[in-house]
């Protein structure tokens, strides 16, 4: 790694001494990259090379096409003998939808014999008031009275705001799609952790499977299993599983050795070491985990809906396309709720301390009064639902709605401010997007082949290098080299503002408590709610297109920017602060000499998070009119076509990797330039 | 004064590095220091010979890095040694299967580990049980046992407290209980005293002695502080770079160390302390008085009050009665201000 580290020869009788050698390099690449993408056109009219501007047709590889039909052969005419390979989707269907019609059936529907409008009910649903209720007994079991009074709030809102029915349908999904992801990630965890080969055989599934937008899958779980609930389910927990296998397999890794020690001495056999030493030493880790499962799954109700999943999402969905503000609002804002409920009340889960034993010699009711109460109250309210109709659904009539309010809220601002957001909205544009899109759409795709290569290669080694150069060939050779330049544009202007924002509020929130505390809980409820809610304000100020899908990849990108600031300056070695005071530093001096240098490591890795997230963003911003790769996704989904959405899905994942890579190798060297590694 | 070997290790290699194994034959079995560095190897354990006997406190000592947490390690199987042999009481310990090598740690193996290793999820109680539930025993009968166990070193009442809310001393004497609730023969301590206050560390040795006074179990136990070492050791192994520099009582190391590293350690060490009257004493002259009788495992500095105020020389008795020899003050005085003697 030395070669690559960056040496500084001594400057030449005192000019240009910023010009070392490693700026030389990227400035001639700059320079080199401007050019051409300023005068491809002139020159492939000069030379009538149209080949310089587009990836000749005829060598196109139809990957897309190969992949249709492979996925034709699967449904269509694969079969084992016995059964076929519709079967086992079948089949896999069925496990999944038994689960989810007895929780739904238990949360809204109740038990019904006979079919349609024969159907008798023999069980009724539980009661609203007794769902309510044991969301506030978990609540206060695992933190207490304030925990339990949020949690409260969270669903009486969506009881009272009208949403209880749909809000019911997405509980039983994250139900259900959570304890397959949480157990399955479990299991590939330890697998994983056991053996090398397993660890190394997942890895790049993992990184592909948290890379590949989501869009991209949706389409053969769609072809494979239908439209439907269950095609969701499926897609959700495929989407919220990586984390919690990744984070399985740090937490066993990070389970003290003497305590391994002490279990194998204590002659614990292969199972019992991991099952009652290393798991329950690791819980707390892992249900950090479970909870990245549950926020995931939310994150997905929105985007499952696309594919069959309803309750609030769809509603979500359906009052986009309708414009209807109001609706959007409210159901978006159900799903926030939600989410801000069960990442709390999960979380709580994780950091509970455990608590001495209940005395023995008390009777069962009166050693478990929760358990009790909530086993009381959830009888009585459901029996008293079979009578008085206040306690089966919240009434209809009784319920209060804010979507009037939003849309008028709404309609004031773009009369009173359309002007001043219309002046930012052209200045940005003018300035900032346009210029950059012309740059990079400008790059004719041999040179943009070949400067990736050398900048991936200059990071990280000439095996990078070519590994990105061959993702960008990939990406040219399906024809998608235009629409890839476009994500590229939109990421990078984005990357760039979430960094200018977030950067000074992180070093900000790292050098003062309170700022930190301010910016900490936003940036916290920021992170918790889904993607997706961010287009809903965005659509309604400033309409679809480049513009607003900008500001929604900013808002959603801008968290980990600012941790990661935040974290870097707060880690700093409290000494060489010291010395630097001592040395008589002023604030300024203190911050540019000494913190943000030493910052630099965690700066970016936090870029590195910032692009992935603003990556995974820009596909769903696809839905306001973005002409990027996500478009591409996007439209392969509205057409069921396996082959082009997996080839574009790919297409956004090759850009990831590249993207972490680089960066992750740009930090590595300045970790070693500090000696930090 | 021939013991039993309950452990017998001879010859133990334990190298870290790539194909550590094909290293080992190519240079038939005993590396130099200089094929080592040639070949990026670390020699965390290098040829170590150890014998230990029935009933006695064998310890370990070594600086950090020397590698006496390998060595226990590879007495326990923890680590796979890379070459050499380990018997214990008869049966090759570096052959057997997983099945006995099992059946041995849970039956006769116990092990005490510096930061406690205590289960954070279970009780005082469900820790020191633990061994024998992963047994298999059933709940009444382990827990009884642990009741009892946790009684002994002290802690009664705090049985349903979780590991964080007890001080460090505390968490230990439950790692200590845990340790034998399996009535071990052989109990390993790995550095058990040394991530506690100093205050503490003494107590805690104390605590250590009066339990192998009561129990006689063969102990191997490591450390790094040479006065913790002197104070509890039979027999005191003393380590260096994967090597073994010594293996003596804490006397012989005093007064014949076998290095200069060793040499090293014992000069600051007050000998009074670890120099036993058996080893000072003098022919007993038939017609001279004398104060009394003192026990030969006595130390001169714990003797010195006595033999200061009496007039009289004191004889000095094994513990079987027969009378060795006896001390008069100067030779005593001789000893506690590190003059020569004779």
């Keep these: ?677 | 004064m021939s013991r039993n070997v309950m452990l017998d290790c001879s010859n133990v290699w334990k190298l870290y590095g790539p194909q550590a194994d094909a290293f080992l034959t190519a240079h038939n079995g005993a590396p130099s220091d200089a094929d080592l560095a040639k070949a990026k190897m670390i020699g965390a354990v290098r040829g170590a010979d150890v014998q230990i006997q029935d009933g006695e406190i064998f310890v370990i000592m070594g600086l950090s890095g020397s590698g006496k947490s390998t060595l226990v390690r590879c007495l326990s199987r923890l680590v796979e040694p890379s070459a050499g042999a380990i018997n214990f009481e008869g049966q090759d310990l570096l052959t057997i299967s997983e099945t006995d090598l099992i059946e041995i740690r849970r039956k006769k193996m116990g092990m005490v580990f510096q930061h406690f290793a205590l289960l954070p999820h279970l009780t005082v109680l469900q820790n020191v049980a633990f061994p024998l539930d992963v047994q298999g025993v059933d709940r009444t009968t382990r827990e009884a046992r642990a009741h009892e166990m946790i009684e002994t070193v002290g802690l009664k009442g705090r049985e349903d407290y979780y590991p964080r809310q007890l001080s460090g001393g505390q968490q230990q004497r439950v790692g200590i209980a845990r340790s034998l609730v399996t009535e071990p023969d052989l109990w390993f301590l790995d550095e058990p005293f040394s991530a506690l206050d100093p205050l503490i560390r003494r107590e805690m040795q104390d605590e250590f002695l009066r339990l192998q006074s009561m129990l006689k179990k063969t102990i191997v136990f490591i450390t790094h502080d040479f006065d913790e070492a002197i104070r509890l050791a039979d027999r005191i192994a003393v380590m260096k770079d994967g090597r073994i520099e010594q293996t003596a009582t804490p006397e012989e190391l005093m007064t014949n160390p076998a290095t200069p590293y060793v040499a090293e350690f014992t000069r600051h060490v007050n000998r009074s302390k670890v120099v036993k009257l058996r080893s000072i004493a003098v022919p007993v002259d038939p017609d001279a008085t004398y104060a009394g009788d003192l026990p030969a495992r006595m130390t001169v500095a714990e003797a010195m009050e006595q033999i200061d105020a009496a007039a009289h020389p004191f004889k000095v008795v094994e513990a079987d009665g027969e009378v060795i020899g006896a001390v008069d003050a100067q030779t005593a005085i001789s000893v506690m201000i590190g003059r020569s003697t004779k």
């Design chain 1, 1 to 677: 790694m030395t070669d690559q580290v960056v040496d500084h020869p001594p400057p030449k009788g005192g000019k240009a001494r910023w010009l070392t050698g490693g700026r030389l390099f990227w400035l001639i690449l700059l320079a080199i990259t401007w050019a051409a993408s300023t005068w491809s056109f002139a020159l492939y009219k000069a030379l009538d090379a149209r080949w310089i501007v587009r990836f000749p047709k005829a060598y196109q590889i139809p990957v897309d096409d190969w992949l249709s039909d492979f996925t034709k052969w699967l449904v269509e005419d694969l079969s084992f003998g016995w059964f076929t390979f519709r079967d086992i989707t079948r089949f896999i269907a069925s496990l999944i939808e038994a689960p989810y019609d007895l929780v739904r059936s238990l949360l809204l529907d109740g038990f019904a014999q006979g079919q349609g409008q024969q159907a008798v009910e023999i069980v009724p649903a539980l009661s609203w008031i007794a769902i309510i209720f044991v969301f506030v007994a978990l609540a206060k079991y695992a933190r207490g009275w304030k925990l339990a009074a949020l949690v409260g709030t969270c669903f009486a809102y969506l009881a009272i705001f009208g949403q209880w029915a749909s809000a019911m349908v997405t509980l039983a999904s994250v139900l259900i799609a959570v304890p397959i992801g949480a157990i399955g990630g479990l299991l590939l965890g330890i697998a994983a952790y056991r053996s090398v080969r397993v660890e190394r055989l997942m890895r790049p599934v993992l990184d592909l499977m948290q890379t590949v937008p989501v869009f991209a899958y949706l389409v053969p779980i769609l072809v494979l299993f239908g439209f439907g609930p269950v095609a969701a389910l499926i897609a959700t927990v495929i989407y919220a599983m990586p984390p919690m296998v990744r984070n399985t397999t740090v937490a066993l890794q990070s389970v003290p050795e003497q305590l391994i020690e002490a279990g194998k001495m204590m002659g614990c056999k292969r199972r019992q070491l991991m099952w009652k030493v290393m798991v329950p030493a690791a819980l707390p880790s892992i249900m950090v985990g479970v909870n990245q499962v549950i926020m995931l799954t939310l994150n997905m109700v929105i985007i499952a809906s696309m594919i069959g999943a309803g309750g609030l999402g769809y509603d979500v969905l359906t009052s986009l396309r309708r414009l209807d503000i109001g609706g959007g609002v409210e159901a978006g804002f159900a799903i926030v709720v939600m989410a801000i409920a069960l990442d709390r009340l999960s979380q709580a889960f994780a950091e509970r301390q455990l608590r001495p034993q209940p005395d023995k010699s008390l009777p069962l009711p009166k050693r478990y009064p929760w358990v009790t109460a909530t086993i009381v109250v959830v009888v009585c309210a459901t029996l008293a639902s079979l009578f008085i109709p206040f306690f089966r659904v919240y009434p209809i009539e009784q319920a209060l709605t804010t979507g009037t309010i939003w849309e008028s809220t709404i309609a004031w601002i773009n009369i009173n401010f359309f002007d001043a957001i219309d002046a930012v909205k052209t200045f940005l544009l003018t300035w900032l997007l346009l210029p950059v899109k012309q740059f990079f759409g400008g790059i004719p795709w041999p040179v943009g082949i070949v400067v990736t290569g050398l900048a991936a290669g200059r990071a990280g080694g000439w095996r990078l290098g070519l590994l990105a150069a061959a993702m960008m060939t990939f990406i040219a050779a399906t024809g998608l080299w235009n629409k890839a330049m476009i994500t590229i544009y939109l990421t990078s202007v984005a990357v760039l503002l979430a960094s200018v924002i977030g950067i000074p509020l992180g070093i900000w929130a790292g050098q003062n408590a309170r700022a930190n505390s301010v910016i900490g809980a936003i940036i916290d409820t920021l992170q918790t709610l889904p993607s997706f809610v961010y287009l809903i304000p965005v659509i309604m100020l400033f309409r679809v297109g480049d513009f607003s899908a900008l500001i929604a990849i900013v808002l959603y990108a801008l968290a980990p920017a600012v941790r990661y600031a935040a974290h870097g300056i707060r880690s700093i070695d409290p000494e060489l602060i010291e010395v630097g005071k001592v040395a008589g530093c002023t604030n300024w001096q203190l911050l540019r000499r000494i913190k943000l240098p030493l910052a630099a490591p965690s700066l970016l890795l936090g870029l590195n998070q910032t692009i992935m997230l603003a990556l995974s963003m820009l596909v769903i911003t696809a839905l306001v009119g973005t002409r990027d790769l996500g478009q591409e996704v996007y439209i392969a989904l509205t057409k069921a076509n396996v082959g082009k959405g997996i080839v574009a899905g790919l297409g956004v994942a090759f850009l990831a990797i590249i993207a972490d890579r680089v960066v992750n190798a740009l930090a590595r060297q300045s970790r070693e330039r500090l000696g930090l590694e």
